[in-house]
């Protein structure tokens, strides 16, 4: 790869500043937000309608929809489009779904949409008023748009107002009660003037049933769907009486069972059944797991249950390897970031569905080799980018209502931001990014002491590296303000800023002074005799493979200290062993200090997760345990632990 030299980013930017403003102002979508009821409920589902006519010519029909929460299109009674608007109150965007095939040309065709406004804060969604905004629009035409000509009702099938949390991060839950009514139709009301910006990223495909198999279980029906898969659910069956049917998901079987209340998770919802045939799909909200359990009050006959994958479109690039378990192990990691990949990169697709900084940073990585393309990893950076806080760093989710900041991973965003401009040589990105870089940084520097460390960020701040011992201080999240808290200084923190202001270099071509950190880590927290570097200043003096490798990765030392701590890493006795979401600061260290390091790294790839496809792996795990771990809620598809695409791909000749 060509080398870029620094204060190069800047200097290509300025080039292309005036192109991409111009751009962004032709696709601004304006127009009237219109509603039904009270903007602020909670829970609540509105369907719109009303129809529109196409003309008899070449030129292509596209829907431009943004709104508050998620929306579903039918155009002519079949579904044309379908997204959560994962987007900040004050920037919104709009997507633009080409809708031509469903439309009859000089006829009257019927556009309806049903909006899900959840009005309540998770780690996937802040909460706002509820609004749709919308046009439909041929070429310089438009042949409909939102106002009060547009009918709508509050949809009485699903259960407003029920406000179920799934889980504190994905949020509400949902129940369809196939035998309500439709609601009458009347104007919308009109509620100011909405702005919406391009979301730039295609739109998720709804993909063909998962063969399932059933079997009868105690009192119901469990459901194999064969390996993990993530969508929609889909339901088909008759029953001879109406009838509450509950349908729960898991990604593994607990004494033969699907367990889908976990502390404060509930993996399951409510559909009641009309009598004879019902058919089903839930547009709105994705399950993923292996296992579904369908709890009845009387028999049904079964067509179909279970989900229809929800895949956002990608080329994969085909990699063969000649060894048989790196090639599964390679299959597997690219359908863990496929099952990963919505609106946004999620961390799991079962109990989470949020978009993290180090999580995305590991898949967007091996997306620069899995898949052709990197306008996905664009777009992400930019969402990342509009949840910096005032305090000047980043929300722990994105968008995030519920929040619980990691300074680490503020960090890790400028090294996201470095790695995408290496691989893809678009500086235009900092456009849009490059003002939260900057404040980041910033941020650190006002908080460099005397000696050049920084200390633990106080309430309400999480100061998590990774789900290891001394190292995920999950004892921050239960902090309260006025909490005593004594001063503590972290080595993977202070490491990381290091590193951290080398990509900062390399993006802005300005040098940040960080000798005396260098100097301060190695007084600190170096222990000679075991030729590694303590976790931390407080209690107990615990040593990591994590914190080792991030002084290697920081050049703390001279080479000849950094081999035998890279050796000690290697070997890792009486080192607190690394998780699988970092394992890639591990290798890279190793293969810092010497390159003969690719096999110790190839076979420590073989060794973890070849042990996980013996268990049956089908995705890859969260931890090592996996669902065995945080209480039996560990997830077993997990898109920070699909490194080895990385390491396959530049270890290993094509």
């Not at 943004?66 to 709009?94: H, K, M, Q």
């Not at 519920?402 to 500086?427: C, G, K």
Request: proline fraction near 2%; include cysteine; hydrophobic fraction near 35%.
């Amino acid at each position: 790869m060509e080398e870029i030299k620094n204060g190069d980013v800047l200097k290509r930017l300025k080039k292309t500043v005036f192109s991409a403003i111009i751009s962004i102002m032709k696709n601004i979508l304006i127009g009237t937000k219109i509603w039904k009821g009270d903007v602020k409920a909670k829970d609540l589902y509105v369907d719109f309608k009303c129809d529109f006519k196409t003309a008899d010519n070449d030129e292509k029909v596209f829907l431009r929809i943004s709104c508050d929460s998620n929306y579903s299109v039918w155009i002519n009674g079949t579904l044309a489009g379908f997204a959560s608007c994962s987007d900040y109150p004050e920037y919104r965007n709009y997507d633009k779904i080409e809708i031509a095939e469903f439309c009859k040309t000089d006829r009257k065709n019927e556009i309806k949409i049903t909006v899900w406004h959840y009005g309540e804060n998770s780690q996937t969604y802040i909460n706002a008023d509820a609004f749709l905004l919308f046009d439909i629009v041929q070429g310089e035409k438009t042949l409909a748009k939102s106002d009060k000509n547009v009918l709508s009702a509050t949809n009485r099938h699903y259960k407003n107002g029920y406000c179920k949390v799934m889980s504190p991060q994905m949020g509400l839950g949902f129940s369809y009660d196939a035998t309500a009514t439709d609601g009458g139709y009347s104007e919308s009301e009109e509620c100011g003037v909405g702005v919406a910006y391009p979301r730039k990223q295609e739109q998720c495909r709804l993909k063909r049933r998962v063969k399932t198999s059933v079997k009868v279980s105690d009192g119901g029906y469990l459901v194999d769907l064969g390996r993990e898969a993530v969508g929609f659910a889909d339901l088909q069956f008759k029953s001879e009486v109406k009838q509450k049917i509950k349908i729960s998901y898991a990604e593994h079987l607990t004494d033969d069972k699907v367990v889908a209340a976990l502390g404060g998770r509930d993996f399951s919802f409510e559909y009641t059944a009309a009598v004879g045939e019902n058919s089903y799909i839930n547009t709105f909200r994705r399950i993923a797991g292996r296992y579904l359990f369908v709890e009845t009050e009387s028999p049904i006959e079964i067509e179909y249950i279970g989900v229809r994958p929800v895949e956002y479109p990608l080329i994969t690039v085909k990699r063969k390897f000649e060894d048989d378990l790196l090639q599964k192990i390679y299959d597997t990691c690219i359908y863990t970031l496929k099952c990963c990949m919505h609106e946004h990169y999620e961390d799991c697709p079962w109990r989470e569905q949020a978009l993290y900084v180090l999580d995305s940073r590991n898949q967007m990585l091996c997306g620069y080799y899995a898949f052709k393309g990197t306008e996905y990893q664009r777009s992400n950076l930019v969402l990342i980018s509009k949840g910096l806080r005032k305090d000047g760093l980043l929300s722990l989710c994105f968008p995030a209502g519920n929040d619980y900041p990691i300074p680490f991973f503020s960090l890790a965003y400028v090294m996201q931001v470095w790695e995408y401009i290496e691989h893809t040589r678009d500086y235009s990105v900092l456009i849009e990014v490059e003002n939260t870089v900057r404040t980041i940084m910033k941020t650190f520097s006002e908080r460099m002491e005397d000696d050049g460390l920084i200390a633990d960020f106080e309430y309400p701040y999480w100061n998590f590296y990774e789900w290891t011992d001394g190292s995920h201080n999950e004892g921050d999240l239960s902090r309260k303000k006025d909490d005593y808290c004594e001063k503590k200084y972290d080595l993977i923190l202070n490491c990381f800023y290091i590193v951290a202001c080398g990509y900062y270099e390399k993006i802005t071509g300005e040098r940040i002074n960080i000798e005396k950190t260098a100097e301060s880590i190695m007084k600190t927290f170096y222990n000679a005799e075991k030729k590694s570097f303590k976790l931390c200043t407080l209690g107990e003096a615990k040593y990591s493979q994590l914190g080792n490798s991030m002084a290697i990765l920081a050049g703390v030392a001279d080479e000849n200290l950094l081999k035998e701590t890279a050796k000690a890493t290697a070997a890792g006795d009486g080192l607190i062993k690394i998780s699988l979401s970092m394992n890639g600061f591990f290798y890279d260290a190793l293969l810092k200090i010497d390159k003969a390091y690719k096999d110790f790294v190839l076979g420590d790839i073989k060794v973890k997760y070849g042990k996980m496809l013996e268990k049956g792996a089908t995705t890859f795990w969260e931890t090592e345990l996996g669902w065995e771990d945080f209480g039996g809620a560990g997830s077993m598809c997990h898109g920070w632990s699909a490194l080895p695409v990385y390491y396959l791909n530049t270890l290993l000749e094509k």
